[in-house]
């Protein structure tokens, strides 16, 4: 079945660095990409949308990169802070139905 | 902001109870769903729900019904729990079908089923 993969399962980087959080899809219908950041203990956290007419979003020290070529979802979170360190998920979606399909997700830490 | 809002953050149970979790969003939207999170598996869409009174069956509906009164209100029914189900159960909302509009989490409830 189609799924949304992700590459490494924890990725580790200092306090400062740039981190970069990959992410692989199957789904050539899927028009909508989201990135979520789950803390311990709490819910998915809405960071990141980019629609398939992009291929770049930036937000708040985070940029979003989308290459459908190859099918490839990246997050990047500039100056990594400790306060950045959670689980990031992906997810897809055709906008023409309701069903998201979310990635296994990647634990970032970030080392002081 | 969004604010989806799950009754319970922890709740124990035994087998064989009837369990409700209840969920509540603010921002008017139309689409409500339910998802489970366990290790390993990532999150799994359970039931949801595009109007007040309709549902629709998610990947993993067995074991669960769901109800929709209230547009704002989403509630998850185990009919009888089982110790299989325990996990983390997470709420869930978003705007119109066909809008660029993500989905929007409660802060789950840890449910155990002993």
Not at chain 1, 3 to 10: E, K
Not at chain 1, 45 to 53: A, E, M, Y
Not at chain 2, 48 to 75: A, L, Q
Request: aromatic share 10%.
């Amino acid at each position: 079945g189609e799924s949304v993969g992700l590459h490494l399962p924890t990725l580790s980087v200092q306090e400062g660095d740039n981190s970069i959080i990959n992410c692989a899809y199957s789904n050539s219908a899927s028009d909508y990409f989201i990135w979520y950041k789950q803390e311990s203990g709490k819910g998915p956290q809405f960071i990141i949308d980019i629609r398939s007419n992009m291929d770049k979003r930036q937000g708040q020290r985070v940029t979003v990169l989308l290459n459908k070529t190859v099918k490839h979802l990246s997050l990047q979170i500039a100056a990594t802070q400790p306060g950045d360190s959670a689980v990031y998920f992906c997810a897809e979606r055709n906008t023409g139905g309701f069903k998201t399909i979310f990635g296994a997700g990647t634990r970032l830490f970030v080392k002081a | 902001d969004v604010k989806v809002t799950q009754s319970s953050r922890y709740l124990v149970k035994r087998t064989g109870e009837k369990v409700f979790l209840e969920c509540v969003q603010d921002m008017d939207h139309e689409n409500m769903f339910w998802y489970r999170q366990d290790p390993g598996l990532g999150l799994r869409l359970i039931y949801f729900s595009y109007d007040v009174k309709m549902k629709e069956k998610g990947d993993i509906p067995e074991g669960y019904s769901v109800s929709r009164e209230k547009k704002e209100r989403f509630s998850l029914i185990l009919e009888s729990a089982s110790t299989n189900q325990t996990s983390m159960y997470l709420c869930a909302s978003s705007g119109n079908r066909g809008s660029n509009q993500p989905q929007h989490f409660g802060d789950g409830t840890r449910l155990s089923i002993l």
